[in-house]
């Protein structure tokens, strides 16, 4: 097995040894797992990742909230920025309307041609790539100010995707804002059979071609958000979208779509940010590896590049997490007031070597992530406390989110 960035880090001589560090190292975690549970019995983890693999563990509360209010202090401007983008809409219905128009073109073309392939990959995954953050930008309430308005224009979004999710990655996606990197939470984060069997060159070559499967089926794998009436209405109107395309352009219109929603997740240049975003790529001292020193790792990077155009600025991760309420076209300037706040911290220069660097770097992989224990909070759904036990979640607060957390 490849080791990743936690392996090299691991390698340096051993400090004496912590009461309660509950990262334990790929080699000889046997020998140590009993200590840890004798002496941290409030941390549990799952066996197969205490054996095989091993995540930067941290007791650190995440950075976003710590940084935004410092920025807060200092620029008390900022606050001005948040709001929705009026923008917003009419560029999701131009895309909309492109994937359509892309879908009448291909309908009499053989699936296995090349012009086929290569719109599909061009502008087909770019589009569709386009509309997942488009769903991204519209579940913080950043279309409309009207939130039912705001999650009706998601199923808009969502229709040349080909299958109904806007609904649901809502109330994930704002859990993964509110508990990152909490284990059992933070649906972002790769599980410990991720770890166990993609931990390699061909692993990490094959989670990046289909990880748009593991970030679509792995959040009902950790828990279930509630079935609502957004959620019938978003299926609904997908398969009956999908139906009049079937109807009217034939088969191979809805496999454009679909294969433009599989490429958009794939390896593409955009899929890049799926990656860039919370992935430890800086090398990390034996210090910042015991849990006990509570010295952070690197856990959001940026990226400025000129894919953001196509993107929503979602490579402006570091400022979206720290202000969720700032629509994609004040992330810019958000940047630009908190500069000093910005600049020192880690970034990626392009997606494309994230992904290079991701599966052919020994130093990069699966296990990669900061993981916590505790603090975070479950978004909109009422979950009982017997399936969270059973899904060996930690406990956390269950409620409904308010729209003036948004920012806080």
């Known amino acids: 097995m490849a080791p990743s960035v936690a392996s090299t880090t691991t390698s340096a001589p051993k400090a004496p040894k912590q009461p309660k560090t509950i990262r334990l190292d790929g080699k000889g975690a046997e020998d140590r797992v009993q200590d840890a549970a004798a002496t941290s019995s409030d941390l549990e983890r799952d066996p197969i990742e205490v054996k095989y693999r091993d995540f930067f563990w941290t007791y650190t509360e995440e950075p976003h909230r710590t940084r935004r209010l410092a920025i807060i202090k200092a620029h008390p401007e900022v606050t001005k920025l948040c709001g929705p983008e009026p923008l917003t809409k009419y560029v999701v219905l131009g895309v909309v309307a492109l994937q359509v128009l892309c879908a009448y073109l291909v309908r009499g073309s053989s699936f296995f041609s090349a012009p086929f392939w290569l719109l599909a990959y061009v502008v087909g995954a770019t589009a569709n790539q386009n509309l997942f953050l488009a769903i991204h930008e519209i579940s913080h309430n950043l279309a409309f100010r009207s939130p039912t308005a705001n999650r009706l224009f998601a199923i808009v979004a969502n229709l040349p995707i080909g299958v109904p999710y806007s609904a649901s990655f809502r109330p994930y996606h704002l859990t993964h804002h509110k508990s990152l990197g909490v284990d059992g939470l933070d649906t972002d984060l790769p599980t410990a059979l991720e770890a ?130 700032v629509p994609w076209t004040r992330l810019p300037r958000l940047y630009q007031i908190a500069r000093e706040f910005y600049d020192p911290l880690p970034r990626h220069e392009s997606w494309v070597y994230v992904l290079w660097r991701f599966v052919f770097d020994e130093s990069v992989g699966i296990r990669c992530r900061v993981k916590r224990r505790e603090g975070g909070r479950l978004v909109g759904q009422k979950m009982k406390a017997g399936a969270a036990t059973a899904a060996a979640a930690p406990v956390a607060p269950v409620a409904d989110w308010k729209e003036d957390e948004i920012e806080a």
């Not at 088969?251 to 799926?274: I, N, V």
């Not at 975003?277 to 990226?303: F, K």
């Open 196 to 325: 166990l069997f993609l931990d390699s060159i061909l692993g990490k070559a094959f989670f990046c071609t289909f990880q748009i499967f593991f970030y679509a089926l792995r959040p009902m794998c950790v828990y279930q958000v509630p079935f609502t009436w957004v959620s019938a209405a978003n299926v609904a109107v997908q398969l009956a979208f999908d139906a009049v395309v079937v109807q009217t352009l034939g088969s191979r219109a809805l496999l454009y779509l679909l294969l433009s929603s599989f490429l958009a997740g794939s390896l593409h240049p955009l899929a890049g940010h799926f990656i860039a975003e919370h992935y430890v790529y800086d090398t990390v001292t034996p210090a910042q590896v015991n849990p006990d020193n509570r010295l952070p790792v690197p856990e959001t990077y940026s990226y400025y590049g000129p894919l953001n155009l196509f993107t929503y600025n979602v490579g402006l991760h570091n400022e979206h997490h720290d202000f969720p309420a």
